[in-house]
C-alpha cells in the first residue's frame, strides 16, 4: 500500500468529498484522513495507483486552488528538512561550574 499526501485543501473539505474527487477521476483509494489545517492522506492500493494519482491530481484545480499531492514521508521526518546538524566537539568544563 501506498500513501500519499494532500495537501491545499479547502478548509471544508471531508472525506467523502475527497472519495468522490478520486473516484471522478477514476483512481482508486482504500483509506482517507482528512486532517484540520487544509491537508489529507489517502491509501492507495499500490505504488502504480499512487502514481496515477500524483500524475492526474498534483496541481489539480480543486475549488479554486491548485492541489499538492505527493508521496508521503514517514512520521517524524518532515518535507525539506534534510538539514543535519555538524557533529561538534565536545567541550569539558575543567572547573565544574559551567564557567568557561
Do not use: H
Not at 500524475?55 to 492541489?67: I, S
Not at 561538534?88 to 572547573?95: A, F, K, Q, R, T
Amino acid at each position: 500500500m501506498s500513501k500519499l499526501y494532500i495537501g491545499n485543501l479547502p478548509s471544508d473539505i471531508n472525506e467523502m468529498n475527497l472519495r468522490q474527487l478520486f473516484a471522478e477521476q477514476n483512481l482508486s483509494c482504500t483509506n482517507v484522513l482528512v486532517k484540520r489545517g487544509g491537508y489529507a492522506f489517502v491509501d492507495c492500493p499500490d505504488q502504480s495507483s499512487a502514481d496515477k494519482a500524483i500524475d492526474k491530481l498534483n496541481g489539480f484545480n480543486y475549488l479554486g486552488a491548485p492541489l499538492v499531492v505527493e508521496p508521503s514521508v514517514a512520521s517524524g521526518k518532515k518535507r525539506g528538512s534534510a538539514t543535519t546538524l555538524p557533529d561538534l566537539p565536545s567541550v569539558v568544563d575543567p572547573l565544574g561550574n559551567g564557567w568557561m
